[in-house]
């Protein structure tokens, strides 16, 4: 498939690359430095700024799928989904976040006393951006949440996925790595299983 990701220089957009690259897509990684994505067979490192609603909308185009991997207080999901559209692109999957998942029945886990305070901006505007999805007609959109710590390990391709609650382990822990979440994300890419809804990974 001919996939574009939007943020393929950061953390999680490097391993959602990598993957993408790793199965034999054609990847479209967008990126404002260009020169910072990896080398990788199949992968097109390219120029491109996410406010910049029409020129993100002319890099998606002819794309089967478009991923946005970037943080929300750094991006406008008014333009994220309106280039999404513009561009006719087949699937949009949105990089996530964990704050708007539920820790218990209508709780939110970023309104829990707990929350980091440092992340609490980044994590209501992502859930902002989830409801914005939710009212979309339109677009065949995919929300994917990572776990509660989103964090640099290895792949190894044994997870659970969820759809609206936090997932935990057995101790607790709330957690993924970027490796493992991009194997989620792939997989959903070539077997659609939640279309127009969120889901989240976690082990």
Same mark, same amino acid.
């Given at each position: 498939?001919?996939?574009?990701?939007?943020?393929?220089?950061?953390?999680?957009?490097?391993?959602?690359?990598?993957?993408?690259?790793?199965?034999?897509?054609?990847?479209?990684?967008?990126?404002?430095?260009?020169?910072?994505?990896?080398?990788?067979?199949?992968?097109?490192?390219?120029?491109?700024?996410?406010?910049?609603?029409?020129?993100?909308?002319?890099?998606?185009?002819?794309?089967?799928?478009?991923?946005?991997?970037?943080?929300?207080?750094?991006?406008?999901?008014?333009?994220?989904?309106?280039?999404?559209k513009d561009s006719k692109v087949g699937?949009?999957?949105?990089?996530?976040?964990?704050?708007? %998942?539920?820790? /218990?029945? #209508?709780?939110?886990?970023? *309104?829990?006393?707990?929350?980091?305070?440092?992340?609490?901006? @980044?994590? !209501?505007?992502?859930?902002?951006?989830?409801?914005?999805?939710?009212?979309?007609?339109?677009?065949?959109?995919?929300?994917?949440?990572?776990?509660?710590?989103?964090?640099?390990?290895?792949?190894?391709?044994?997870?659970?996925?969820?759809?609206?609650?936090? %997932?935990?382990? /057995?101790? #607790?822990?709330?957690?993924? *790595?970027?490796?493992?979440?991009?194997?989620?994300?792939?997989? @959903?890419? !070539?077997?659609?299983?939640?279309?127009?809804?969120?889901?989240?990974?976690?082990?």
């Open positions: 498939m001919k996939i574009a990701v939007a943020g393929a220089s950061g953390r999680a957009g490097s391993e959602i690359t990598r993957e993408l690259s790793r199965r034999g897509h054609a990847v479209t990684a967008i990126a404002r430095n260009p020169e910072k994505i990896a080398s990788l067979p199949n992968v097109t490192p390219t120029r491109g700024e996410v406010l910049d609603q029409a020129g993100l909308a002319k890099l998606w185009s002819g794309h089967d799928v478009a991923v946005s991997s970037v943080h929300f207080l750094a991006s406008d999901p008014h333009k994220l989904i309106g280039a999404a699937r949009y999957l949105v990089v996530g976040g964990a704050g708007s %998942l539920e820790v /218990a029945p #209508g709780v939110k886990l970023v *309104t829990t006393p707990g929350f980091p305070a440092q992340y609490k901006a @980044e994590a !209501e505007a992502g859930s902002a951006f989830l409801d914005l999805l939710r009212r979309e007609n339109e677009l065949n959109w995919t929300f994917i949440s990572p776990s509660a710590l989103f964090v640099e390990g290895e792949r190894t391709g044994k997870f659970r996925l969820g759809t609206d609650q936090l %997932l935990a382990d /057995a101790s #607790g822990k709330s957690w993924i *790595t970027f490796a493992d979440y991009a194997i989620a994300l792939a997989d @959903e890419i !070539e077997r659609p299983s939640h279309l127009r809804k969120r889901f989240t990974v976690g082990y």
